[in-house]
């Protein structure tokens, strides 16, 4: 039997592809989103619970909102808001956002009924966090240090020391950049990305396939896998 997903980022857009891919693939899913979206559709296997994924005992309201006794998987594609679609534009989000969701979903997770039922923590995480930082090339070390990028990374970087030193089983994905296009087979570079090149790319498709894949494949569980195509 497939687990449930609780979805936190359905609204971004690496968030809906998982959203998509994940009811066609016939998984239970109930997303916590900021505000209502219309643009989220309506399926008899989706339950949207409106909340902040900030706040633990909103979390808390979607753990407590999903199908009892299936376990859970929970995937958060959170991501620091921009004020366009460049990734250097200036950053929308509170500068601690997706730490202090992190922070909540642990918090929430232990304070669940039944903290039992949730089998792993999936999330979006960016290659150059934590000690992948060292595999960036010079120019995007450089970038991602003196750019809008510095927020972003540093956040990236909270999330990963909270998940862990937490309690749950755990994947951080460390995805190199986004784009947009047909899903392609991934390549995998270890925990770090060392030799994944100058300026890898990661199709949003692939990346969302693979986070889907993880809720029934423990072999990544308290790794950090960086991926590219
Ligand atoms: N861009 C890249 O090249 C790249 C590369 C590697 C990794 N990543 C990482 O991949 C992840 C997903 O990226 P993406 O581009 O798919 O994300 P995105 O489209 O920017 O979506 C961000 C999501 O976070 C939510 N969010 C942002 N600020 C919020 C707040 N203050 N309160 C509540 N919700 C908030 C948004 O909700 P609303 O829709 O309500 O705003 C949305 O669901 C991010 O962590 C990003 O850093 C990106």
Known sequence: MLPQILLLGAT???????????LKRGYLVTALIRKTNTDIPQHSNLTVVIGDPCKASDVEVALDSTKASIPIIIISTL??????????????????????????VLSASQSFAEPARIHKLVILSSFGTGD???????????IMKSSNMAQTLEDHNLVDEAVKA??????LVRSAMLKS?????????????????????????S???????????DQYDGTTPMVTN
Request: no cysteine.
């Open 181 to 205: 296009g047909d899903a392609a087979p991934l390549k995998f570079y270890g925990n770090t990305g060392k030799g994944s090149g100058i300026m890898p790319g990661t199709n949003m498709k």
């Open 207 to 217: 990346i969302a396939n693979f986070l889907l894949d993880l809720t029934v494949d």
């Open 79 to 104: 991501g620091q808001t921009r004020t366009s679609g460049n990734p250097w534009a200036a950053t929308t989000s509170p500068p601690r956002f997706m730490a202090t969701s992190v922070e909540a």
């Open 132 to 142: 992948s930082f060292a595999s960036l090339n010079f120019m995007m070390q450089w």
């Open 166 to 171: 937490g309690p749950l089983p755990f994947v």
């Open 12 to 22: 971004g857009r690496t968030g809906r592809l998982v959203l998509d891919e994940g």
